[in-house]
């Protein structure tokens, strides 16, 4: 049981600083798509990442697109290890369907909460004449769906299994090795700067 709530311990610190450079890979694809130039991204150890945009003729779009990509990719990521036919049970499809759980919920709640508390992207529209309705409606129902994508998953948590052939689970071991990789390319981005 202990070793269970230190694996979850550990992916739930791992998907979170992976979903802030998801979530900022989204402003900065949103960016350069449209023409503006990227100034800065922030990924802090401790607190909120940001992407500095200085001017761009499409705020809108930049400002939504971090939390829009940040829930899109990871999910259209675990989609397509989910179709590869060797792997879509293993342990990377597991991670996968984790990470991607984690990120609609982070970026569902964080939209889903302009009503009651605009920061960040959601105090960026909210000024830009979004209305925070708006983002409440879109933003719960992507949380909701980031919490089914864990449905059934506590039991491939802290276990392996060989079914036809093929690992599932995901053990202490995998755990830790997404930390570090995940650490590390906060590190790199942080570096960069």
């Known amino acids: 049981m202990r070793q269970r709530v230190l694996i979850i311990a550990i992916l739930l610190a791992a998907s979170w600083y992976a979903m802030m450079l998801v979530h900022e890979c989204g402003h900065v694809i949103a960016a350069w798509s449209t023409g503006s130039h990227v100034e800065a991204v922030r990924v802090p150890w401790l607190g909120f990442s940001q992407t500095i945009v200085p001017t761009t003729d499409w705020p809108r779009v930049v400002a939504a697109s971090g939390a829009a990509l940040g829930s899109a990719l ?14 879509r049970r293993g342990t990377a499809c597991a ?85 570090v990789c995940v650490l590390a390319l906060v590190g790199l981005v942080n570096l960069v700067q």
């Open 95 to 179: 991670i996968a369907r984790y990470f991607a759980g984690f990120c609609l919920l982070a970026n569902g709640v964080y939209v889903g909460c302009a009503v009651l508390l605009p920061v960040g992207d959601t105090e960026d529209l909210v000024r830009m004449g979004v209305p925070a309705w708006t983002l409440t409606v879109i933003g719960w129902p992507i949380a909701a769906a980031g919490v089914a994508m864990w449905n059934g998953m506590a039991k491939s948590i802290g276990t392996r299994a060989r079914i036809d052939g093929e690992i599932v689970g995901i053990t202490l071991m995998d755990a830790v090795t997404c930390m």
């Open 74 to 87: 990871p999910f259209l990521a675990w989609l397509t290890i989910r179709c590869m036919p060797r792997i």
